[in-house]
Each structure stands twice: as C-alpha cells, then as structure tokens.
C-alpha cells in the first residue's frame, strides 16, 4: 500500500464516532438553547417558532464543533478521536483510497443533512429514514446512504 492509499473505516470506529458526535452536539445544542432562553417558559411552546430556533442552534453547534476541522481534516470531533476521516471516494484500486479532501459544502450540505435524522425516531413517519441511512453501512464498500449521495467515503487514518 503506497503513503497515499488509505483503507476503508471499520464499522465500529464509525459507531464510536457517531456516538461521541451524537452526545456532543445535542449537548452543546441544550446549552445554547439554555442561554439563550429560546423554550424558557411554557408559553414558549405555544407556537412552532421554538423549533425552527432549536434547530438553527443545533446547526450552530454542529458547525461550531465540526466546522474547523471538517473543513481542514473531513473530521467530525468523533471522527478526530477514533482516527477516521471522510474523504472524496476516489478509489484507488484493490478497496484503497486517496486522501482526496471532499469538498467542504458536500460534507455540510448533504451529508450533515443525515446527522439529525438518527433523532426523528420520535416521529413515527420518519423512523425509517435512520434506519435505511445506517443499514447501507453493510455493504461491502461500507458506505451509509449519506456517503453515497455526497460521493464520500470513511477512511481510517492510520493503523
């Protein structure tokens, strides 16, 4: 294997990552929600606002965490932490890929679109979407739904 080919992530350390992301966000996420009083009082429920505000405070989240080192690295803190990164899925032969960056809006606009579904299980018409994202990863090529419709792939940084 050249310097430059890297191999595909196992499907643990892409739990581990999603998990470490799925707890850090959400947390980050409720602190800001906290500060800045956006569901403080009962009242606050009685319009949809509320959730469009949580929302742009999870999205501020994400980005505030992942943005940085998404952008330099493909690494989500989780990815950082187990080693992995995403990057564009340009195959090198024999299942090795290059260390080609994905472009930065394709990890922010299509495939952090996917981070928030793993939390509409509590919307019963939309259960499934999470689900059929994550069962993709049994593929031989180890791809969620999320990597393929970005063009990405999870590769493990070193041995």
Not at 46 to 74: C, H, I, M, P, Q
Request: glycine residues 6%.
């Amino acid at each position: 294997m050249g310097s430059d080919e890297l191999c595909l992530a196992s499907r643990f350390r892409r739990f581990v990552a999603t998990l470490i992301d799925a707890i850090l966000v959400p947390s980050l996420t409720l602190v800001l929600v906290m500060v800045t009083g956006v569901v403080e009082d009962a009242e606050d429920f009685s319009d949809s606002w509320w959730v469009l505000w949580v929302f742009l405070l999870a999205v501020t989240s994400y980005l505030s965490l992942n943005g940085y080192s998404l952008w330099r690295r493909g690494q989500t803190l989780g990815k950082l932490v187990t080693g992995i990164a995403v990057v564009a899925a340009v195959d090198s032969g024999d299942s090795r890929y290059t260390r080609t960056p994905a472009p930065l809006w394709r990890l922010v606009c299509i495939r952090a679109l996917f981070f928030p579904l793993l939390f509409v299980v509590v919307i019963p018409w939309l259960a499934p979407l999470p689900i059929i994202d994550q069962l993709f990863i049994f593929g031989k090529r180890r791809r969620c739904l999320h990597d393929l419709v970005s063009g990405t792939v999870v590769v493990r940084l070193s041995k």
